[in-house]
């Protein structure tokens, strides 16, 4: 019979989830992606770090974490081997029905932790959290999202300790895996700062960074990532904290 | 740097996924559901039987392992604590994309493999193949998909050595969980073998089975789990082999 | 003027219609399809048989009986000359909206027969009762909705009288069709017992059953259709009952 | 076995639809609704009447019917007791299914006859048709597509032999039914000119004609319904000559 | 600081939006297309009549004027150059919007003037109508709203003054345009009298019209157009002092 | 008859327009949005600017301005007194329509200005953007589309000359406006730097900046407003001759 108490939602028992309604626990729910980082690093990148920070804001508040969504919506990446990408509307309807089916349950104070930050990704999870809080509005217990990327808060430190442009799977990401799953890396990148366009809607933005990188992962390190990680989950128990008020 | 050669898809990086797809690597897709067990089986009952089973397959023939949906649609047990589900709508199209983007990657040869086996949300997959099959069925190298679930196995021995009745959260079920997390067991569970409308479409079918289970998980132990989850891997495997011819 | 009561619904006059619904009166809705059934049977054949036994369980119980639906889904059948079928969106958005308006009619109590028993077919008309049912649920007089195909019953001798595999245009479909329309019989088709695809979704499963047959229709006869047909009416007449309750 | 001819559509047996396809056979699909039609006519009135339309068009020119769908989109006569109707959505949904269904089969020459004639039921069909014309556009054997209400004919006479405001239930509609089916007739009626609006969009548009009755049915009879019956039936059988070129 | 009162809803700040809506303001909705008219007008001419008699009837009324809509569904005219149109469910979509967001700021009365008036126009803007209306008919201020093309007067004299024939870009249409935007004609167009087909549905109308003219624009004069137009006004005024009861 | 050369698209007559789509004519579709902007501001405040700035451009560049788009997606300021909102899924929907449609009239350089930058708004006119070119992708002339707000220009000098956090009817904006359309400002405003939710999603924004202003439109200035427009329009028309290229 089972001791340790779970973090993860989905290892309870019912009359354990009922109970946790009753307690008002906020609900983390981590989202990331498949999706092509490079050479060097792993198609469930953005999955890692979320649910690693998901995890480690749960070990320090005591909040529970919802089965991750590893599918995403990748618009830049999507022709890249390896990436495995959803529609906007797929998105858009599963988290709508997450979202509102938690709120169901009794639980009122959810947090969506999304590792993967791509515009339309990003949109698609706020619309679904706009219909779902707008519906129960009038409610007497109104329920309370909260949406963040970890990235709102690991790009913090750009342009201060790392290159103003790092970005996707440059020096912050890679330390952050190498931190996480330093056994998934393959290798060490090579540097990349590519210019995107920032008005043409192309069909093949991939021509314009062949490697699949932006940034310099080759100054990444595991003592970065980790202080990085940490940073993060210091800023999302803030959140909690916040919801659990 | 990586050695040991891993099953999950997205634990590759961008240029082994794109071997995997050039190798014709089979890629399994399990799909799970966050679903009342009764009293003493996890939520994620449905989930860590398809991701064991997947796994065991996986070991056993070199395929490869999408990451887990375990948001499923859960139409009987929807109004148990604990029952998180999608609609019909949202399930059918998050699976019609992720076969679609594997197809789209090369990957032609896909299993899907469901812990949860309710009747729409069944259909709901089998839509979502069907729409795609067709989409590229005049293409040289036609894409094959094929869904089961573990229970369309692990239900053989129903009749002969378990209760004809046995099934949600029976003898059947919480052996295999026995044998797969014993950790996540709560107590033994009571039997239940409850009626449910067989014509009436109801809105509350709970009342029929206010206990959540339906069989007997008294009589269940890890032995019969394991000798069952040893047979299901068996049976897939000779699906497996089948895609790969 | 009119004497004799009908048993259509749509017979009736507008303040009949009223009268009837304050009557309680339970309305039938049979489903059909256009499918082929081989080349001795009409493509009718399931519309005529749901027809006829929803008119014998009106007869025997006063119900009334809504227009036939016979536009269906069928899957397997879809590419062999003479199936027209419509979308599983098609058929689930118009029992939806036929579910719908006769509850608001006042018909609280509605029975769908459905001749044709595909899969996915069933589903549709499932999740549109569903839907309803749940919309209405917390109203004084909660609206009641069964379904069930006349296959239902009538595959109740199968592996007794008939053989186990018997099925789409075999013995027991061909027999109750002689019953019903012997004039529409071409032929005494012969014997045929595929094996179609359990897990795999393909988009030709004519493939595996070139006639179209599935069963032994050449010792169908008028008899063994009628005594079936009997038994389906006396089982339906319960579900009225029930019902009517 | 059957000797005579049938003209419905799905009487035919599979090797007979295939070769009414290769023969060019024009399909007549007939629609009506469930709607009211004053205290003295049926529900079915829309439907009857584009039915034997169409039967009478079939013995004239060979050509087949398909199975009538009796569900249509009633507006201004939504709330009257007996009104069954589904949404615009749904009506262009099965209508485009049933549609390029015909035209996947290999039917080619489609009339639509529709006994209801509202203005957002004949756009629904007219669009489902434009939907399929234009994706069949560049075939080398082009679809044609044909849609009529019989009211499109029946009315001509309106303004010369019968009140120019005769209508819904009216002289012309309940004579023709009279000549139908006189069985179904309850009384006489009683005449009713009403004024709808014209320009403002109301959600009870049945307070204008509380009797549900557009015209005076007290001077129909059986033999002006006949004739007008049968001038109908010339006019579109013209169409149909028009589609077998 | 500005002193002139502005009939267009838009130019109004926030403080003087909310005011309107308290002194019950009527708001019309002006919509138009970008479509061929001949080669004599421009593609605005649906939009431009529109919108004068919008702002005429405001200037008589003192009602407001909403930003038009120019986008509109062609279906006649879709293959000539110059047409730009959207979908019927574009149009529903945006028009329920519309329609509704008016509603909930407080303006309850609300008049759709479109100068397109093709068939599934028509029926896309009173089928969003429709739905918008049923969801407030509840409420103790029922919102009201109207429809009308400015043709629906403008054709009052045809068969009188007019060709009974004379349609788009004919004697009336270009007369209404060489009134309100003499700068905009290019030559004087050439007569046309086409027969489309009533019954067929095809894809390529324009076969039948190639001038894209319905119509003797050659006899059409500015005077003519102003009287029209002034008649138009004239009627519209009518249907807002009725909306203001 | 018209001598000056117009700017605006659906001003062309017909054969015009097919000339210029030969011609390869950019195209520029302003959008704005009915919103609150304050105070002091009009409704159409975002409309005017990208207008005034899509004429400006036009008229250095010669390419054309398709009829504004003003019915945009507000989600901020939803709830004021004046905001007219559309939904995500109809300005996706009418925005691929139009763009789609000027692609198939020939124009394949088009240029989308929306004076509404919210985050949704875009995303949705992105995401129609992206099908379209993802749709026409291996056409021989392959169109393109850019989208822009004027204010990725504006808000350039936003930390230079103006305070960082301006924005919503702010210096920057109230300056513009004054540029364009003094007539249409009221009073002054008062300067408001509100804090909104950053990763809470809440129904009532609204509550965090009741003034409805972001920034300080005190200091604005017509001379500023006429500086900036002036320096967005040459940004844009780098733009447009990139396109023409």
Same mark, same amino acid.
């Given at each position: 019979? !089972?001791?340790?108490? !779970? ?12 109970? =946790?309604?009753?307690? +008002?626990?906020?609900?983390?729910? %981590? ?9 060097? $690093? %792993? ?11 998901? &995890? +480690?804001? =749960?070990?320090?508040?005591?909040? @529970?974490?919802?089965?991750? &969504?590893?599918?995403? &919506? ?14 906007? *509307?797929? @998105? ?6 997450? $979202? ?9 104070? $959810? @947090? ?5 930050? +791509? ?21 007497? *217990? ?11 808060? =690991? ?7 790392? #290159?103003?442009? #790092? ?23 090579? %540097?990349?700062?590519?210019? $995107? ?14 490697? +699949? /990188?932006?940034?310099? %992962?080759?100054? =990444? !390190? ?7 990680? *940490?940073? /993060?989950?210091?800023?999302? /128990?803030? &959140?909690?904290?916040? @919801?659990?008020?």
């Amino acid at each position: 019979m !089972s001791k340790k108490k !779970s973090f993860w939602f989905d290892e309870l028992s019912m009359p354990e989830a009922e109970q =946790a309604a009753k307690d +008002g626990k906020v609900v983390i729910i %981590p989202c990331g992606s498949i999706e092509e980082h490079g050479d060097h $690093l %792993p198609l469930n990148t953005d999955s890692i770090q979320a649910e690693y920070v998901a &995890l +480690g804001v =749960a070990k320090k508040t005591g909040c @529970l974490v919802a089965p991750p &969504l590893r599918y995403g &919506l990748c618009n830049s990446t999507r022709n890249f081997p390896g990436t495995i990408t959803i529609s906007f *509307d797929s @998105l858009r309807s599963i988290m709508t029905d997450i $979202l509102d089916d938690f709120i169901r349950n009794g639980f009122k104070r $959810l @947090l969506v932790i999304t590792g993967h930050a +791509g515009g339309s990704h990003m949109t698609a999870i706020r619309l679904a959290a706009k219909s779902v809080i707008v519906k129960h509005m009038n409610e007497a *217990d109104r329920p309370r999202i909260m949406i963040c990327s970890d990235y709102d808060f =690991a790009f913090d430190l750009r342009g201060i300790e790392f #290159d103003d442009r #790092d970005s996707h799977a440059g020096t912050i990401e890679t330390s952050r895996v190498m931190a996480i799953r330093s056994d998934l890396i393959k290798g060490k990148g090579a %540097p990349n700062f590519p210019n $995107l366009p920032r008005f043409e809607v192309v069909p093949d933005p991939e021509r314009c960074f062949p490697s +699949g /990188v932006m940034g310099d %992962p080759t100054v =990444a !390190s595991s003592e970065t990532g980790e202080k990085i990680n *940490d940073y /993060v989950i210091e800023q999302i /128990v803030k &959140l909690v904290k916040e @919801l659990e008020q």
